[in-house]
């Protein structure tokens, strides 16, 4: 017969996000069939009998629980792997996934230097013997083709210069695109040509200086007036305010009741964001991590916050 403690054990070890591996190979290696079968019925969760009172494991709840050991397998060889070979298999991964998942290819082109889209166009070719911009134009439809082959295309000047007065008047292109998009034949601010221009072509320092600008002409941000269209949402906020989404992303996968796919959000961010300041958000979420997440996949998140903030 499993001991109460035993059992509570078991099932604080395999709730919450990631697993608590530890506790798990101090019960299983003692435990016998029938201990084991005491300790199924403790997790009520994880395994029921059904109708004819066989003993039979709960698919979803399994299901979740592979995700939840495949955390750390992720960050791991997500860590592990050059980053252009990374970058190059997310896209192509977000990209086969569809609309949910094109954020990712925004994530990757709108944080990234220079230099590294390069390395990861140029990883993809080698990869899958085609350029991402292809693949896009030929699976993405509508107003987000445009956006994200741009993006991904981009080169942007890297140095501190601004033009003052081209990022006062862009600052009003994107208002006049963004507030004039009202009515019964409404247009998307995507669908404008100067939007993706801007968005695309210009410098992080200059888009940042546009972005208090737009703030300045406006009573509100280019991210607050953009609440109905999430990618452009996304865009600039990777590209003008990075720290705002990646706090956003730890926050949703760090929820009692996060699903799977932010908390992959949040693996993505810690293994491939190596030279972004997470020093801020460090201090707001260590807690909830150490409150909320399991095992070797907590003491993976709590080191990588840890080093930055030497």
């Not at 979803?60 to 992720?74: G, H, N, Q």
């Not at 320092?205 to 009573?219: C, F, G, N, T």
């Not at 190596?274 to 020093?279: A, H, I, R």
Request: charged share 35%; net charge positive.
């Amino acid at each position: 017969m499993a001991n109460p403690c035993e059992v509570e054990v078991l099932n604080n070890a395999l709730s919450g996000i990631g697993v608590d591996e530890k506790s798990l190979v101090s019960i299983l290696t003692k435990s016998q069939n029938e201990h084991k079968k005491s300790m199924r019925k403790g997790c009520s969760k994880f395994f029921l009998e059904d109708e004819r009172q066989f003993e039979r494991w709960n698919d979803s709840a399994i299901k979740s629980l592979k995700a939840e050991f495949k955390l750390f397998k992720d960050v791991v060889v997500l860590s592990l792997m050059h980053p252009w070979e990374r970058d190059a298999r997310l896209l192509k991964k977000a990209l086969k996934k569809g609309p949910p998942h094109y954020n990712v290819i925004v994530e990757i082109a709108c944080t990234r230097s220079s230099d590294q889209l390069l390395g990861a166009r140029k990883a993809y070719h080698s990869l899958f013997d085609r350029s991402i911009e292809e693949d896009l134009a030929s699976h993405v439809k509508g107003s987000e083709r445009k956006l994200l082959v741009a993006l991904v295309s981009a080169y942007r000047y890297e140095g501190p210069k601004v033009k003052e007065d081209a990022a006062k008047s862009e600052a009003k292109a994107l208002l006049n695109a963004i507030k004039n998009n009202n009515g019964d034949h409404k247009k998307k601010a995507m669908e404008e040509d100067e939007v993706i221009w801007i968005l695309t072509t210009r410098s992080k320092p200059h888009l940042k200086v546009v972005y208090e600008q737009y703030k300045k002409i406006s009573a509100k941000t280019i991210t607050e007036d953009l609440e109905v269209e999430l990618l452009l949402k996304e865009t600039v906020e990777c590209l003008c305010t990075p720290q705002t989404y990646f706090t956003r992303v730890f926050d949703t996968a760090l929820r009692e009741d996060a699903k799977e796919d932010a908390k992959k959000a949040l693996t993505r961010l810690v293994a491939t964001q190596e030279d972004v300041d997470l020093k801020g958000i460090a201090a707001k979420f260590e807690d909830k991590i150490k409150e909320r997440v399991k095992g070797a996949y907590k003491d993976v998140l709590l080191g990588v916050l840890a080093d930055d903030r030497k």
